[in-house]
């Protein structure tokens, strides 16, 4: 569904802002786009309604207790979704049936039957989506450029490391005998200060369900082959609300995919004093004429001095421009009906391979992941 | 005084000269090797006042001029030459571990009867850089060790022969990984890709840990260039990171600049001999023991399993088992 007006300038509902607002902020941040409104549903809790209110507030538009008056009302051309992460699909499925476009935070579901719902919802209406991601940050668009190339050949095994050096509340084994268990919810609407509330929703979700996309999707990218099996081990290691909530903190999986490739993912939200940055993010892909080992976080540029805060990465990443290049490529699919980086029948993928890697955890074995519906 | 050491197998003669400069507590004073030519030059370059030109030999005509043997990793008659030595009572260190492991328990009987210290393996311990990781968890500095990950990327002129895990590829990454989560794993599987450019194969090898570690080792064949090593430990408190790409420089000779790994602090087979060596001096067993090297060699025998069934593969408590 072109619009054929390559100047032509789109308006965004924002549908539920409820953590770190880097997915609404990164689409206003391009030229061509513009929050026209943010909107939730009438029945959500205070917390919810006070997140959005402030985020329409510094951003100078309206609130709507009413997506859908919102979505009828505002003349807008696509939504961006950054809800919890279990009202993701539907919220996105509501947009898509409205015939707007869509923008998913992550993850796109806890649910496979929700991303199924969300993709056939996509796809009747030729509506474009997008499943935010950060393969266009500059280490990736490289990586990307020189497997294109045939700089290292035939691709036959890719592994990607992606810890974040975060805490995530009290470490492991900081809870008293007599104290109660870690609420989730509770945990992740207090986490909301320090920006570790990534995985803000009623459900508890480990580190491999919330930010296993953004390895998996580099992993999908640079391989272009769908997962088909997968052996995972998972730990809760660091955090006590992981513990609480019996979700992973730490995890690896094998990957088998279509080919014969192999590949390989280590996730982890390691705690603040793994690292002295974000966290060693790299990539080791071995082709039949070479290799290649990436670290995602370069360019980036040193900065050391006197009295530096603990909490203060001294290694900064710089001409980091995943954003506005996302935005970039989301226009000009909708200009020219083209597909997008990654979109929800990619997610959905992702998100098979996650479900499976988490039954792998539990059992043992080595699992298929789910073909879509 | 030094030690006195034979060396059973002499094709790599030249790097343990180099090495032995540094190690004033060994003297090779006898080498063996099925080709006398290699054998002769070995001699020359290391100052052995004894050659032979096979190991019944070095331990009858040469016997009374050394106490000690390191049988090199290139010799396929390793447990046969070891056994022999042990039975005549000589202290033994056997470079790389044979795939077996009830000839490593046989070994390790022998040397109990003869009262020698036997080594087997285990040389990827002893690296400068996995000395300093060991270290770390030792010390408590990263907490529990939780995951492991190796990558193991030669270049086509080391590479072992044959394909896939029979020529004991990742063997010693499993050493490492045992001896740094001081545990077996529970479960393993391993994963494959034939690589007919280099005429083998890329394997992975996937462990679980009983308290939750877990470990993705990787082994490859670059099919020109350098080769590459890295490994990290994520601990509940703290990791270590091992890394050729943390220690590259540039070389700028027009074009894109080329990366070089700078190497230093000795290599493990340097730490590995100096440990057999103070392991006979203070009369106790090495630190990285055969049973180990045994354990190790289990946990590499359910990986080449898991390979062939393509399943996992897990710990009943008496083997290592098909989850299929």
């Known amino acids: 569904?072109?619009?054929?007006?390559?100047?032509?300038?789109?308006?965004?509902?924002?549908?539920?802002?409820?953590?770190?607002?880097?997915?609404?902020?990164?689409?206003?941040?391009?030229?061509?786009?513009?929050?026209?409104?943010?909107?939730?549903?009438?029945?959500?809790?205070?917390?919810?309604?006070?997140?959005?209110?402030?985020?329409?507030?510094?951003?100078?538009?309206?609130?709507?207790?009413?997506?859908?008056?919102?979505?009828?009302?505002?003349?807008?051309?696509?939504?961006?979704?950054?809800?919890?992460?279990?009202?993701?699909c539907d919220l996105a499925v509501r947009a898509a049936t409205s015939g707007l476009h869509v923008i998913v935070d992550k993850p796109l579901s806890t649910r496979l039957s929700e991303c199924d719902r969300l993709v056939a919802a996509v796809?009747?209406?030729?509506?474009?989506?997008?499943?935010?991601?950060?393969?266009?940050?500059?280490?990736?668009?490289?990586?990307?450029?020189?497997?294109?190339?045939?700089?290292?050949?035939?691709?036959?095994?890719?592994?990607?490391?992606?810890?974040?050096?975060?805490?995530?509340?009290?470490?492991?084994?900081?809870?008293?005998?007599?104290?109660?268990?870690?609420?989730?919810?509770?945990?992740?609407?207090?986490?909301?200060?320090?920006?570790?509330?990534?995985?803000?929703?009623?459900?508890?979700?480990?580190?491999?369900?919330?930010?296993?996309?953004?390895?998996?999707?580099?992993?999908?990218?640079?391989?272009?082959?769908?997962?088909?099996?997968?052996?995972?081990?998972?730990?809760?290691?660091?955090?006590?609300?992981?513990?609480?909530?019996?979700?992973?903190?730490?995890?690896?999986?094998?990957?088998?995919?279509?080919?014969?490739?192999?590949?390989?993912?280590?996730?982890g939200r390691i705690g603040a004093s793994s690292h002295p940055d974000i966290g060693e993010i790299k990539l080791h892909l071995l082709g039949s004429e070479g290799a290649l080992v990436v670290s995602e976080a370069r360019p980036e540029v040193a900065v050391y001095y006197r009295q530096q805060a603990r909490q203060e990465f001294p290694h900064r990443r710089v001409g980091g421009e995943n954003d506005f290049l996302l935005m970039e490529h989301f226009a000009q699919a909708i200009d020219r009906d083209e597909p997008t980086i990654l979109d929800v029948r990619a997610?959905?993928?992702?998100?098979?391979?996650?479900?499976?890697?988490?039954?792998?955890g539990r059992s043992g074995r080595l699992v298929a992941v789910a073909p879509p519906a | 005084m030094p030690l006195r050491l034979a060396l059973l197998g002499c094709s790599q003669a030249p790097r343990w000269a180099r090495r032995l400069q540094r190690l004033d507590t060994v003297a090779v004073t006898a080498v063996a090797d099925d080709d006398a030519t290699a054998a002769e030059s070995a001699a020359d370059q290391l100052g052995a006042v004894a050659r032979a030109d096979s190991w019944e030999s070095l331990l009858g005509d040469s016997a009374d001029v050394w106490d000690a043997v390191l049988v090199s990793a290139d010799r396929r008659d390793a447990v046969e030459a070891a056994s022999g030595a042990l039975a005549a009572g000589k202290h033994t260190l056997l470079e790389r571990s044979p795939l077996d492991a009830v000839a490593i328990e046989s070994l390790t009987d022998?040397?109990?009867?003869?009262?020698?210290?036997?080594?087997?393996?285990?040389?990827?311990?002893?690296?400068?850089?996995?000395?300093?990781?060991?270290?770390?968890?030792?010390?408590?500095?990263?907490?529990?060790?939780?995951?492991?990950?190796?990558?193991?990327?030669?270049?086509?002129?080391?590479?072992?022969?044959?394909?896939?895990?029979?020529?004991?590829?990742?063997?010693?990454?499993?050493?490492?990984?045992?001896?740094?989560?001081?545990?077996?794993?529970?479960?393993?599987?391993?994963?494959?890709?034939?690589?007919?450019?280099?005429?083998?194969?890329?394997?992975?090898?996937?462990?679980?840990?009983?308290?939750?570690?877990?470990?993705?080792?990787?082994?490859?064949?670059?099919?020109?260039?350098?080769?590459?090593f890295s490994l990290s430990l994520i601990g509940s408190q703290g990791a270590a990171y091992a890394d050729d790409h943390h220690n590259t420089q540039l070389l700028f000779r027009g074009g894109a600049p080329a990366g070089l790994t700078t190497a230093g602090g000795g290599c493990g087979r340097l730490g590995q001999l100096q440990e057999f060596a103070t392991a006979i001096s203070q009369q106790r067993d090495p630190d990285s023991t055969a049973q180990q090297a045994g354990s190790a060699v289990n946990v590499h025998r359910a990986a080449r399993a898991s390979l062939d069934a393509g399943q996992a593969f897990q710990w009943t408590g008496q083997a290592y088992e098909s989850c299929g």
């Open chain 1, 1 to 88: 569904m072109g619009n054929g007006e390559p100047d032509r300038r789109f308006r965004a509902a924002v549908l539920s802002v409820v953590k770190h607002a880097y997915v609404p902020n990164g689409v206003a941040a391009h030229p061509r786009f513009e929050l026209a409104v943010v909107a939730d549903d009438a029945d959500r809790p205070d917390w919810v309604h006070q997140r959005n209110e402030q985020y329409a507030a510094e951003h100078g538009i309206p609130y709507v207790r009413d997506v859908a008056r919102a979505l009828a009302e505002f003349d807008v051309d696509l939504a961006v979704i950054s809800s919890e992460a279990e009202r993701h």
């Open chain 1, 123 to 267: 796809e009747s209406q030729g509506v474009k989506s997008l499943l935010w991601n950060r393969n266009f940050l500059p280490a990736l668009v490289q990586a990307r450029q020189l497997v294109n190339d045939g700089a290292v050949g035939k691709l036959h095994a890719i592994h990607v490391d992606f810890y974040f050096a975060k805490d995530a509340g009290p470490p492991r084994g900081a809870r008293g005998p007599d104290d109660p268990p870690l609420d989730w919810l509770e945990s992740l609407i207090a986490a909301h200060v320090d920006g570790s509330d990534g995985g803000v929703g009623h459900q508890p979700m480990g580190e491999l369900e919330i930010e296993g996309i953004y390895p998996l999707a580099y992993i999908q990218m640079l391989s272009g082959a769908p997962v088909e099996h997968v052996f995972a081990r998972t730990a809760a290691h660091f955090h006590q609300r992981n513990v609480d909530n019996d979700v992973d903190d730490l995890a690896t999986v094998t990957l088998q995919l279509q080919g014969g490739l192999i590949g390989s993912l280590c996730i």
């Open chain 1, 347 to 360: 997610g959905r993928q992702i998100a098979a391979t996650v479900a499976a890697a988490l039954e792998s």
């Open chain 2, 110 to 228: 022998a040397a109990r009867a003869a009262t020698a210290r036997l080594m087997v393996g285990g040389g990827l311990r002893y690296a400068a850089s996995l000395q300093a990781v060991h270290q770390s968890v030792a010390s408590r500095q990263i907490g529990q060790p939780g995951l492991l990950r190796a990558h193991r990327w030669l270049p086509t002129a080391d590479a072992e022969p044959g394909v896939s895990l029979q020529g004991g590829q990742l063997l010693e990454e499993i050493d490492v990984a045992l001896w740094l989560f001081g545990q077996l794993p529970t479960h393993v599987l391993a994963s494959g890709a034939a690589t007919p450019e280099t005429g083998g194969a890329f394997v992975q090898i996937h462990l679980g840990f009983p308290d939750q570690g877990m470990a993705l080792l990787d082994y490859d064949v670059l099919t020109q260039g350098a080769g590459y």
